[in-house]
T-cell receptor
Framework: GAVVSQHPSRVICKSGTSVKIECRSL??????MFWYRQFPKQSLMLMAT?????????EQGVEKDKFLINHASLTLSTLTVTSAHPEDSSFYIC???????????FGPGTRLTVT | GENVEQHPSTLSVQEGDSAVIKCTYS??????FPWYKQELGKRPQLIID?????GEKKDQRIAVTLNKTAKHFSLHITETQPEDSAVYFC????????????FGQGTRLTINP
């Protein structure tokens, strides 16, 4: 149980375009989903926390107008990177959490390359 | 906010020896401390976790200790094997609060055969 999927696993896009990444909890309802970014050889950095039906809470330094997060249901959150630039190239990982549990369940990640 | 420091950044041990990775945290409200193993290009895998009401937890070759007073926790891997080679991350979270995980910087562990 507790499976989280992410789609796509890899995406290459041109500078200036937008990319949408989906995060789904497959067998449980996720009251909270988290979006992380990981640059090569670095740690996971939290970008934002999203709760179903409400606006996401962004970490300091993360542009909310550039990284649009929607958590429309208890099983789906989306991250849209708008007007992507090469410096946005990174590994984006989501995690899902269900109230009453300690553990967060991670998606497999999405490798974004902006050319 | 919470800040987690992890040491060492790299660790190389002989197969069969023990490995210890240490983390400190700053927020006394943190009450959940998981450890993750991450292989290249993959998601972090939870290998063990500890809650603030427990001082030590063990699962086969892996153990974690927590010192709430000093705000530090450690991962111990005994009888290391080549497949233990990976990057390990500690993290801290306040389950009753924001629930977000704050990660340490990571430790690249290499097991030499």
């Amino acid at each position: 149980g507790a499976v989280v999927s992410q789609h796509p696993s890899r995406v290459i896009c041109k500078s200036g375009t937008s990319v949408k990444i989906e995060c789904r909890s497959l067998d449980f309802q996720a009251t909270t989903m988290f979006w992380y970014r990981q640059f090569p050889k670095q740690s996971l950095m939290l970008m934002a926390t999203s709760n179903e039906g409400s606006k996401a809470t962004y970490e300091q330094g993360v542009e909310k107008d550039k990284f649009l997060i929607n958590h429309a249901s208890l099983t789906l959150s989306t991250l849209t990177v708008t007007s992507a630039h090469p410096e946005d190239s990174s590994f984006y990982i989501c995690s899902a959490h269900s109230g009453g549990f300690y553990e967060q369940y991670f998606g497999p990640g999405t490798r974004l390359t902006v050319t | 906010g919470e800040n987690v420091e992890q040491h060492p950044s790299t660790l190389s041990v002989q197969e069969g020896d023990s490995a210890v990775i240490k983390c400190t945290y700053s927020d006394s409200a943190s009450n959940y401390f998981p450890w993750y193993k991450q292989e290249l290009g993959k998601r972090p895998q939870l290998i063990i976790d500890i809650r603030s009401n427990v001082g030590e937890k063990k699962d086969q070759r892996i153990a974690v200790t927590l010192n709430k007073t000093a705000k530090h926790f450690s991962l111990h891997i005994t009888e290391t094997q080549p497949e233990d080679s990976a990057v390990y991350f500690c993290a801290a979270s306040n389950i009753q609060g924001a629930q977000k995980l704050v990660f340490g910087q990571g430790t690249r562990l290499t097991i030499n055969p």
